[in-house]
């Protein structure tokens, strides 16, 4: 069984700077993934960052690369998504995602992640 608890969302102006948390619960963490998937009003949930929690690269969406940064805090059981130059269009509400022996073109499947967490909102204003 995983808990994933997310914060740190909010409403910032375009251009700053947002640090999203993931609190992660798990039995085990032998061959687990983590991810970061967004939701805005109206549109699909869509993949923005995530990696396996040992091994693997780090991958992410194409409208992220370079303003996002995903980590992984192993000693406290944490995953966390760094949102630099934020726009009116990252506007969503944010989930972070878990799911078990992924292989590494299956990171950015949602269908893949059977744990999902409540979610928290992102609001960029221009």
């Known amino acids: 069984q995983v808990q994933l608890v997310e914060s740190g969302g909010g409403l910032v102006q375009a251009g700053g700077s947002l640090r999203l948390s993931c609190a992660v619960s798990?039995?085990?963490?032998?061959?687990?993934?983590m991810a970061w998937f967004r939701q805005a009003p109206g549109k699909e949930r869509e993949f923005v960052a995530g990696?396996?929690?040992?091994?693997?690269?780090?991958r992410y969406a194409d409208s992220g690369k370079g303003r996002f940064a995903f980590s992984k805090d192993r000693a406290k059981n944490t995953v966390n998504l760094q949102i630099d130059r934020l726009t009116p269009d990252d506007t969503a509400e944010y989930y972070c995602?878990?799911?078990?022996?992924?292989?590494?073109?299956?990171?950015?499947?949602?269908?893949?992640?059977?744990?999902w967490g409540q979610g928290t909102q992102v609001t960029v204003s221009s």
């Open positions: 995602a878990a799911g078990y022996n992924l292989r590494q073109p299956e990171i950015d499947e949602a269908g893949r992640y059977n744990y």
């Open positions: 798990a039995s085990t963490f032998n061959s687990i993934a």
């Open positions: 990696s396996r929690w040992t091994g693997g690269a780090t």
